[in-house]
C-alpha cells in the first residue's frame, strides 16, 4: 500500500486565505459595507443610557471592584453573563446575516468568532461601559476573561428594561462596524495561529520563569516554515519571531500574526503543495471511512510510557477482523490501522 503523502509545503488555499485576510475582502464586499455604514461610526447613545444606569455589583465581578465597594459573591454576575452572552450572540449573528455582509455559513461563522470574543471586549471595554472599570481600583490585573463577564452581564441587565432590546440591537451594530468593517480594511488575522499551521508553520511556548501563579506570563516562539531547509527552500534560514502573552494561547497568537505580517510576501510566495489525489485522501480520512462502514477503535494505548518521542499502539475493528499499527501519535497510529482493514475490505480497489 503506497502511504499518503505528507503536507511539504503551505497549500494554494492556505496561501490565497493570507492573502484575503491580510488585504480585507473582495472589492464587491467593500463597497457593500461602505454602502452600509457609509463610512460613518454608528451611534451607541441609546446603549450608553440604558447601561450608565445599572448598578457596578450587577454587572462587575467582585474580584474587580474597589475597595469602597461591597465583596458579595460573583456568582450571579457570572451566571447573568452566560445570558447575557447568548442574548449578545442572537443579535450580532441577526446583524450580519440581515447585513448581507456574510456570503455564506463559512464567513458567517469567521466574522462571528472574530466580533464576539473577550480580546474584543476588552479592547472596547471602556467604549461599551465608559468609566464603569477604573485601572486604579482594581483589585487585580484586567484580562480579557473579566471583560466578557461584565459586558455580557450588563447586556442581561439592560434587556429587562423598556427600550433594552433596541439598545442591544444598537450595541451589535457598532460591534460590527468597529470589528468586522473596520477590522476587515485594516487586514486584520481572525486566528493567526492556525493560519500559519495551516501555510506550514509552528507555534510554541514555554512559561516564563518566575511568574507567579495569579498572573503568569509565557513567551511563545513562531518558526516557518516549520521543517527547517525543505527542498522548496534550500539553504534559507528559518524564519523566527517571538512574543509574549498571558497564556500560551495569548502569546502564539501574537507570535504567529507578527511573523505572519512581517513575512507575508515569502509565504505567499512560496511553492504551494501539491494538491491530494482522490486516493490519497480517501487514505487519509481511513479513521472516518473504516466508522462510516461500521468499524470501530478498540483501543489506542502507549507502550513507551514517558519517553521522548512517545510510540502508541492502535487496534481497529471492522466486522470479525482486527488489525494494529504502531506511531508517534494516536491519530496516526488509528489511521494506519483502519488502513489495513480497508484494504482488506477491497475499499481500496479502483
Not at 500574526?257 to 480520512?285: C, D, S
Not at 501519535?329 to 482493514?341: E, M
Amino acid at each position: 500500500m503506497v502511504p499518503p503523502t505528507t503536507q511539504t509545503g503551505p497549500s494554494s488555499k492556505s496561501q490565497l486565505k493570507l492573502k484575503m485576510e491580510s488585504r480585507g475582502e473582495s472589492i464587491a464586499w467593500k463597497r457593500k459595507a461602505d454602502k452600509l455604514y457609509s463610512g460613518e461610526e454608528p451611534k451607541l447613545d441609546l446603549w450608553l443610557k440604558l447601561s450608565q444606569a445599572l448598578i457596578d455589583e450587577d454587572i462587575v465581578p467582585a474580584r474587580l471592584r474597589g475597595l469602597n465597594q461591597h465583596h458579595v459573591c460573583t456568582t450571579r454576575v457570572e451566571l447573568d453573563a452566560l445570558v447575557g452572552d447568548k442574548i449578545l450572540g442572537a443579535a450580532l449573528m441577526k446583524k450580519l446575516v440581515e447585513s448581507e455582509l456574510c456570503q455564506d455559513t463559512g464567513q458567517a461563522t469567521k466574522f462571528f468568532s472574530k466580533v464576539a470574543s473577550n480580546a474584543v471586549f476588552l479592547e472596547y471595554l471602556h467604549e461599551i461601559l465608559p468609566a464603569r472599570i477604573i485601572e486604579d481600583q482594581l483589585n487585580c490585573t484586567l484580562e480579557s476573561h473579566s471583560a466578557g463577564t461584565t459586558i455580557e452581564a450588563a447586556v442581561y441587565h439592560v434587556n429587562k428594561v423598556v427600550g433594552g432590546e433596541q439598545a442591544i440591537e444598537q450595541l451589535a451594530n457598532w460591534l460590527v462596524y468597529k470589528v468586522v468593517v473596520k477590522g476587515t480594511e485594516a487586514g486584520m488575522i481572525n486566528n493567526p495561529k492556525g493560519l500559519l499551521i495551516e501555510n506550514f508553520g509552528h507555534t510554541e511556548s514555554v512559561r516564563i520563569e518566575g511568574t507567579p501563579d495569579h498572573a503568569p506570563e509565557y513567551e511563545a516562539t513562531a518558526r516557518w516554515p516549520r521543517d527547517v531547509n525543505p527542498p522548496w527552500r534550500p539553504d534559507e534560514p528559518q524564519l523566527v519571531k517571538k512574543a509574549k502573552g498571558t497564556s500560551k494561547k495569548d502569546a502564539e497568537s501574537k507570535a504567529a500574526l507578527i511573523l505572519l505580517k512581517a513575512h507575508y510576501a515569502e509565504i505567499t510566495t512560496a511553492p504551494p503543495m501539491q494538491p491530494k489525489t482522490k486516493f490519497e485522501a480517501r487514505m487519509e480520512n481511513a479513521v472516518g471511512h473504516l466508522i462510516t462502514l461500521g468499524g470501530s477503535c478498540v483501543s489506542v494505548t502507549q507502550v513507551n510510557e514517558g519517553e521522548v518521542p512517545p510510540l502508541f499502539v492502535a487496534i481497529m475493528q471492522y466486522g470479525q477482523q482486527t488489525a494494529s499499527a504502531q506511531a508517534s501519535t494516536k491519530k496516526q497510529a488509528q489511521r494506519l490501522a483502519a488502513q489495513q482493514l480497508l484494504e482488506t475490505a477491497g475499499e481500496y480497489n479502483n
